[in-house]
């Protein structure tokens, strides 16, 4: 019988418009912009999206055909020259291979914002969509920090998030993709996803998985994906440094049969995700408050302190060069440190000139937005070792065996402190971007790392004890310094006196169906026979 044609594509973008710094095509490029089969053999075996859509080809004895891997660094807005030069050759595939195809696959993040539109998912689904109709069923895959729109569930017919935070799951969720695309195409089901919101930007915990609400919700989740109509449950906690209209927590169902029972199970969800909107877990302390804890931790035999500052996360699209951690850290006489990373690509530039042992004056970090996150500090630090490259291979959970780069660096040491001052901006997430260039982070007594949730896969197994800060940065959870002018109102936190069930009344309880798509029981290359 004939093997039915998959098309797929990773294009991600985790978008904080609040930032000075354009996504570009060169900001795709630098963390490895790969296309068809270079794209596989560097990300069919890792944990990605693209290797569970490999691993249901596999299974199901699909023709792939692969487009491209794209994924940069979260930042500003997407240029609509990135965003053109991107979608283009996906959409080139799909009219090339329109004939044949039977599905499409795409790993997406579901908080993408060009700079001329607010919804990027929603806009690539747009295009597929003009040029394929209805007929092909398209699979997407988000982040679980999606903004998930209206477009993304009526032009998709089958969404699926990751359930960890930190992210552990990638591969598992391409792969749940790739099995309700299979049944999709062989015309056993029709899914449809629906959407639950409630007003707020984001959900309490930042949908963190390995503690609290979330764990418990999920587990509601799994089992009513166990239900025979039902195929996929995602909940979301958002992204909440996007100033677009469709911002915000949802639950997800992808499913068919009795609609309005699904969504009053989503419902469900959403109302407890409401209902904790004031329970947070982490403790944030100030910078001040969090050196000194760093200060006067005794190890006595335990790993080290891990202070990790959540606001200056470039995961979430921060300029990485915040200095006022580093700044208490130093006041506060901390020793035996470790620091990471410091985004300073003219600081390293400026160290090219020195050697290893040389005392250099600097201007560290802050050099972007001072407003957020402190300026530039006058330092006289010890050139510890340069490192032309700054290329790692990650060794933990989340990015093991997949290759990165910070760009060229320097270590350098202030004080009692080591610091990695880098080219490229990335958050913390794997042991390698500190061992790969000679720093070990678990024979510290102390570890800044700047990194919301995802340094906990690879950091917390060797901490002592684990703190988390504010450090005013872009990703500061102080919402009403931010400029928002989009987004709807009453939102919390930014409003936090509202009447919800006005709310409810007025917004069809946050209720979102899309309506069932016409699709053919068979497409034309499984008209000569499904799969077995």
């Given at each position: 019988m004939k093997p039915f044609h998959v098309l797929t594509a990773e294009f991600l973008h985790e978008t904080n418009t609040f930032s000075k710094l354009p996504t570009t095509l060169?900001?795709?490029?630098?963390?490895?912009?790969?296309?068809?089969?270079e794209a596989i053999a560097a990300r069919r075996d890792n944990n990605t999206e693209l290797g569970g859509f490999l691993e249901a080809g596999r299974t199901y004895r699909w023709t792939v055909t692969h487009v491209l891997s794209a994924h940069a660094q979260p930042g500003g807005p997407v240029t609509r020259?990135?965003?053109?030069?991107?979608?283009?050759?996906?959409?080139?595939?799909?009219?090339?291979?329109?004939?044949?195809?039977d599905g499409i696959l795409l790993g997406l993040h579901g908080a993408m914002v060009p700079d001329f539109c607010d919804d990027g998912e929603g806009e690539l689904?747009?295009?597929?969509?003009?040029?394929?109709?209805?007929?092909?069923?398209?699979?997407?895959?988000?982040?679980?920090?999606?903004?998930?729109?209206?477009?993304?569930?009526?032009?998709?017919?089958?969404?699926?998030?990751?359930?960890?935070?930190?992210?552990?799951?990638?591969?598992?969720?391409?792969?749940?993709?790739?099995?309700?695309?299979?049944?999709?195409?062989?015309?056993?089901?029709?899914?449809?996803?629906?959407?639950?919101?409630?007003?707020?930007?984001?959900e309490a915990n930042g949908g963190r998985t390995d503690v609290g609400p979330m764990v418990e919700r999920l587990a509601r989740a799994r089992a009513y994906e166990q239900q025979p109509d039902v195929f996929a449950v995602s909940i979301n906690g958002a992204f909440p440094n996007a100033d677009i209209a469709e911002v915000g927590a949802s639950v997800t169902v992808t499913a068919q049969g009795d609609m309005a029972r699904h969504a009053a199970f989503a419902s469900a969800l959403a109302d407890d995700i409401w209902a904790c909107r004031h329970d947070a877990i982490n403790q944030f302390l100030g910078v001040d408050a969090a050196a000194a804890r760093?200060?006067?931790?005794?190890?006595?035999?335990?790993?080290?302190?891990?202070?990790?500052?959540?606001?200056?996360?470039?995961?979430?699209?921060?300029?990485g060069d915040s200095t006022n951690l580093l700044r208490a850290l130093l006041q506060a006489g901390v020793q035996d440190a470790c620091f990471a990373?410091?985004?300073?690509?003219?600081?390293?530039?400026?160290?090219?000139?020195?050697?290893?042992?040389?005392?250099?004056?600097?201007?560290?970090?802050?050099?972007?937005?001072?407003?957020f996150g402190g300026g530039p500090l006058a330092l006289d630090v010890t050139l510890v070792a340069l490192h032309p490259s700054g290329d790692y291979t990650g060794s933990g959970a989340m990015i093991?065996?997949?290759?990165?780069?910070?760009?060229?660096?320097?270590?350098?040491?202030?004080?009692?402190?080591?610091?990695?001052?880098?080219?490229v901006r990335a958050q913390m997430l794997d042991l390698q971007q500190l061992l790969t260039f000679g720093i070990d982070p678990a024979r510290k007594r102390v570890v800044a790392l700047k990194s919301?949730?995802?340094?906990?896969?690879?950091?917390?197994?060797?901490?002592?004890?684990?703190?988390?800060?504010?450090s005013g940065a872009l990703c500061t959870l102080d919402y009403a310094v931010l400029p928002?002018?989009?987004?709807?109102?009453?939102?919390?936190?930014?409003?936090?006196?509202?009447?919800?069930?006005?709310?409810?009344?007025?917004?069809?309880?946050?209720?979102?169906?899309?309506?069932?798509?016409?699709?053919p029981a068979t497409s034309a290359a499984s008209a000569d026979g499904a799969n077995p």
């Open positions: 060169a900001s795709f490029a630098e963390r490895g912009l790969l296309y068809g089969d020259e990135a965003f053109d030069t991107l979608t283009a050759p996906i959409i080139a595939a799909a009219q090339k291979h329109a004939g044949t195809l689904l747009r295009r597929l969509r003009a040029v394929l109709g209805r007929r092909i069923p398209i699979g997407i895959t988000l982040d679980p920090h999606a903004n998930v729109s209206r477009a993304m569930c009526d032009l998709a017919d089958i969404l699926v998030s990751f359930k960890t935070y930190p992210h552990t799951d990638m591969r598992m969720a391409g792969r749940h993709a790739g099995d309700i695309l299979q049944r999709t195409m062989r015309g056993e089901i029709r899914p449809v996803t629906l959407r639950v919101t409630r007003p707020m930007l984001e760093c200060r006067d931790y005794q190890a006595d035999g335990r790993g080290p302190i891990i202070v990790a500052d959540y606001a200056d996360n470039p995961g979430g699209g921060t300029y990373p410091i985004v300073d690509p003219q600081t390293v530039q400026q160290l090219q000139a020195h050697r290893p042992g040389e005392v250099v004056r600097v201007q560290l970090g802050g050099k972007t937005d001072s407003r093991g065996g997949l290759q990165r780069s910070w760009g060229p660096l320097a270590v350098v040491r202030a004080g009692g402190i080591e610091i990695l001052v880098v080219t919301m949730q995802h340094f906990r896969a690879a950091f917390e197994p060797i901490a002592g004890e684990v703190i988390v800060c504010d928002f002018q989009k987004i709807p109102r009453p939102m919390f936190p930014l409003d936090r006196d509202f009447d919800i069930a006005r709310w409810l009344h007025d917004n069809h309880d946050g209720v979102y169906i899309p309506a069932a798509p016409v699709i």
